[in-house]
């Protein structure tokens, strides 16, 4: 038997290509449990993104790495033995990373691998320039399980531009963005001036609100100022990426139709006004990330960050909530899908089909 096409699954819950079919997903799963690879890319070329030839049961599950990262990963086995657990048991998104960055441009395929046996089935990517905007997309056609965002960094504000207005806005009409972002004001460093922050800042604001899309905010030093200017927008459908405030700042954000994005610096022994910000809002108002390569958590702290951490964080947030770490992870998928849509629940369902491939 071929592969089956497993970009989703139908209203039963089945993956695309068994036709509802509950015998041909079980004969399906006893196939690919004995080392075939069962899913293709999201594009018309025939080969399984995995092992990069045509899939009709090879059992060299790691034919798709590069030499050196086959060997580093034996099968069963995630890039940190902490990282070991039964994907089936949680499924968990990362909503902000940069997998495109060159930080991971050694051994990006052993990162993601490490990334679906830990149960992160899905990540968002964040394009926050235009040569980001390409990078992410790329990588976005090469795994079905990675989405993206894009926008202006407040960082890189010094590019905004009409011109660069009108590409963003092409590329937002492209379809292949899940929302905008990260935008925003950062007044700790001095990249780009205030004014022009400001105004890109505006503008993305206006564009996602026109868009019906999620808008990805970052803010550093600048909570009055943010808050001021998103006010002006409000009501609004987003996150406030990498939460470092306290409960009077999430409830603000929270206040404006802004979910708050938890990351590595709630595990830092001195974010105690995030964990209790954590503790009090609802759940519902919680998404997970890592801002991959930055800002890993505390057991990593000064390292390079993967999304398979995710799960320290996920730790972390289960404990300050004194609940279950399967239900945070559920909590917290939903309301990402929630937030970002259906290529986000589609793209975790290819997430999910892949980990259950053997490495």
Known sequence: MSCLLALGRDTRGYPVGCNGDEGAWRFHRRYFARGGCCVRRASSDPRCWRCRAACHGSSSSNAWLPTSAAARIRPGQAAEPCQERDSQVISLIDTHSHLDTSAFDSDRDAVLAAALKAGVHAIVLIGYDPERWRSTSDLCQRYPFLVRAVGVHPNSASIWSPSVQQLLEREVASGTVIAIGETGLDFFREHADPALQLAAFRAQLALAKTCGLPIIIHQRA????????????????????????????????????????????????????????????????????????????????GKRNEPAFLIETLETVAEVRDEPQESVADATTENAEQLFGPTLAAARA?????????W
Do not use: W
Not at 350 to 358: F, I, N, P, V
């Open 222 to 301: 600048a909570e009055a100022e943010v808050l001021a200017t998103l006010a002006e927008f409000a009501p609004l459908r987003g996150v406030m990426h990498c939460f470092s405030g306290d409960t009077l700042f999430a409830n603000q954000c929270r206040g404006f139709g802004l979910h708050l994005g938890i990351g590595g610096v709630a595990t830092y022994p001195k974010s105690i006004a995030v964990r209790e910000a954590v503790a009090h809002v609802p759940i519902s108002s919680l998404l997970l990330e890592t801002d991959a390569p930055y800002l890993a958590p505390q057991s990593r702290r």
């Open 350 to 358: 290819a997430g999910m089909d892949s980990a259950l491939c053997r």
